[in-house]
């Protein structure tokens, strides 16, 4: 099969369209024929190798994390898929391969695709789905009459965010653009905010929830935003210690993000509030309740047109990687990301073992602040 190969970090020239052997599926797994493949900032992050220090890919490495397709084969074990069946799924972090004419897909991924969308629509939704889910109803329980604060509203995660907020009661609030103030109120917000225009804490006050994508200041000043009791989950800036230490991250980082984050910790303990940091994990019973909504019309994806195919190209902020055979396209979801870097200020002995600590872990912790970038997507047609 041919297939999207990343041989070396580094730059486009690190990607090639190569003839491969198709993968072999487990008893647990969909062999599936890739129709169409979204391109996320995490795919550039990987690429580059940004994100090394917590997804320890062994090269060359087949690209590529959301897809969608059509069942080829079952192992032995399924139960909830044969042969024809029209998916789309988002594959583990340990198993990806999207970019490439077949995949093995597990069977806890995936589910069927929206039946009123394209193969296309279906695969620009899993990562920014998912991540709107997890946020909205796994993290925060958001309740009819709750009030939603969504940065980025016309992101790509945004977009799906303010449809999913809306359809499950809450008020929602939203900073974009002003060229971009319309698109939002007909996804579903009832107060648009120009960030430009205003500072946002001035006009999103004794909110529930607030979904973060931007991290630095941005998620410390949404803590204004937020009720005593209240959730900040934030897609967007360093992980915090807690995050490092379900991931399995080696103590002295797990010190070391702490202090990058104390600044956010010790606004979420000011305010009363939780501070949750997101990133996203497959799911596909979350997918096939999604795609309820998407066949309800309650969540409509917005897609830019496909990619020029045949080309494996690379611009400031976007990789797109596709081939006649592949049909990768851009799903609408790459942008400018922002980070957030963490500027320590303590005295005597402290002062020392931190310096010594960021000297010795400096390539880890460059690693673990650029991995804040990979899951807040936005439109690269829209202003955040």
Request: a positive charge; proline letters at 4%; one cysteine or more.
């Amino acid at each position: 099969m041919k297939a999207a190969l990343l041989d070396r970090y580094g730059g486009n020239d690190a990607i090639r369209i190569a003839d491969i052997p198709a993968p072999s599926i487990g008893a647990s797994d969909l062999g599936v024929e890739v129709r169409a493949a979204s391109v996320n900032p995490l795919d550039v992050k990987i690429r580059s190798g940004q994100v090394k220090v917590v997804l320890k890919y062994r090269l060359p490495l087949v690209m590529g994390n959301d897809l969608s397709g059509v069942v080829t084969q079952v192992g032995a074990n399924v139960r909830r898929f044969r042969v024809g069946d029209e998916i789309y799924a988002r594959l583990d972090k340990d198993r990806i391969g999207a970019f490439a004419q077949f995949a093995a897909v597990r069977e806890s991924d995936a589910a069927l695709k929206p039946a009123n969308v394209t193969f296309e629509q279906a695969a620009s939704l899993p990562l920014v789905a998912l991540t709107a889910w997890q946020a909205l109803v796994e993290i925060g329980n958001v309740q009819p009459g709750q009030r939603v604060l969504i940065h980025a509203g016309s992101g790509g995660v945004g977009s799906i965010a303010i449809q999913l907020a809306h359809h499950l009661g809450a008020t929602v609030l939203t900073t974009v653009g002003q060229r971009n103030i319309e698109l939002v109120r007909r996804l579903g917000a009832d107060v648009a905010i120009d960030y430009r225009a205003s500072r946002f804490e001035d006009l999103a006050r004794d909110c529930d929830l607030v979904l973060d994508s931007a991290g630095g200041e941005t998620l410390v000043r949404s803590f204004a935003c937020v009720k005593r009791g209240g959730v900040v989950v934030s897609i967007g800036s360093t992980p915090s210690a807690a995050f490092a230490r379900q991931w399995g991250m080696n103590p002295l980082l797990v010190f070391a993000i702490g202090l990058m984050s104390r600044k956010v910790t010790a606004a979420a303990r000011a305010r009363g509030a939780r501070y949750e940091y997101l990133f996203m994990h497959p799911d596909g019973e979350q997918l096939a309740r999604i795609a309820q909504r998407v066949e309800a019309g309650t969540l409509v994806p917005l897609v830019t047109p496909p990619v020029q195919r045949g080309r494996v190209l690379a611009t400031e902020n976007v990789f797109i990687g596709a081939s006649n055979e592949l049909g990768a396209f851009e799903s609408g979801v790459a942008g400018q990301l922002l980070g957030v870097t963490g500027a320590v200020a303590l005295g005597g002995v402290a002062t020392l073992v931190v310096v010594v600590l960021w000297w010795v872990l400096f390539p880890a912790l460059r690693d673990v602040n650029r991995f804040s970038d990979v899951a807040a997507p936005a439109l690269p047609t829209s202003e955040p």
